[in-house]
């Protein structure tokens, strides 16, 4: 993989260890591997989760608030730890972040999605990581479901931002290894699919459940997210993060995972594949 332009999402679970505090750790190792592929020719933007994770920890609560206002006030708190973390462990590897927080007319009206796909390419074009989450702090759509809404989650987001900038591959991490057909916790049988040419109501049947009791997402909204994808003619693909390698197989054009595949390539990612056989 190189010259491509890639939306990474970071998913709670992915970021945060079970007690809900930010892992470092695995941060860092992501920010390595994210800086390498960078140096490998490659543009990166991420979508991040943990906001309110974030704030939860740095305010030294025993669990996440309930009251809405609560959530945003807590999200606004913990989005500046995250940034902060970011800066300093890009940093490290000579490489510049920018903070880049969307409501939903953000991207419902045309004029500002104009101007925010402009503000994107201009900042790839200097070589700086976008850092993307949805505004908790002005907008509930997300941490409270609304009666409209458009991103609601980040997994949707992510499919979102990757349509608007042009993204070629839109990757997933979190805490699964892709889609099974049917659920690994409970089927030992289960089996993982690698590639999904179209997502058929069969598809939509393996999907369920929520995430992890930090996060709000499950496969139900990565499915959701894998249409507006591969509709824009974009890859998606879901990998687990326990693994950070996982990243590097991609670039390496390895299978891992599990890969939405978009329309429009359906027909030359088979013939890749199968060339790449022989």
């Known amino acids: 993989m190189q010259g491509k332009r890639v939306v990474l999402k ?9 007690s809900g505090k930010l892992n470092i750790r695995k941060m860092e190792q992501i920010v390595r591997a994210v800086s390498d592929i960078i140096g490998m020719g490659n543009e990166v933007i991420i979508v991040t989760s943990a906001a309110i994770s974030a704030g939860t920890a740095k305010l030294g609560l025993a669990e996440r608030p309930k ?3 609560a959530k ?9 730890q995250l940034m902060h973390i970011y800066d300093t462990l890009f940093s490290e590897y000579n490489c510049t972040v920018a903070q880049i927080l969307l409501t939903d007319e953000n991207v419902e009206n045309e ?3 104009e101007n925010l796909s402009t503000t994107f390419s201009t900042l790839l074009e200097m070589g700086v990581i976008p850092i993307v989450n ?3 702090s002005v907008t509930s759509s997300e941490i409270e479901s609304g009666h409209h809404k458009v991103l609601g989650d980040n997994d949707t987001l992510s499919a979102i931002v990757a349509k608007l900038t042009g993204a070629d591959l839109l990757i997933l991490m979190s805490d699964i290894d892709g889609l099974y057909d049917s659920d690994p916790r409970k089927n030992p049988d289960a089996r993982l699919l690698h590639d999904v040419i179209e997502i058929t109501p069969q598809i939509m049947e393996m999907a369920g459940g929520a995430g992890t009791q930090h996060g709000t997402g499950g496969m139900v909204t990565k499915i959701s997210a894998a249409k507006i994808a591969v509709e824009a003619g974009i890859d998606m693909i879901i990998i687990n993060s326990d693994n950070i ?3 590097y197989a991609l670039t390496e054009g390895r299978t891992v995972g599990t ?4 329309k429009r390539r359906a027909g030359q990612n088979v013939r890749t ?5 022989e």
């Open 245 to 247: 390698d996982n990243l």
């Open 10 to 18: 970071l998913g709670t679970s992915t970021l945060t260890h079970e």
């Open 111 to 113: 004029k500002n999605a």
């Open 67 to 69: 009251e809405l206002n």
């Open 134 to 136: 949805e505004n908790d």
């Open 72 to 80: 945003m006030a807590v999200s606004a708190i913990g989005q500046a």
């Open 273 to 277: 594949k199968t060339k790449e056989n």
């Open 259 to 262: 890969r939405f595949i978009a």
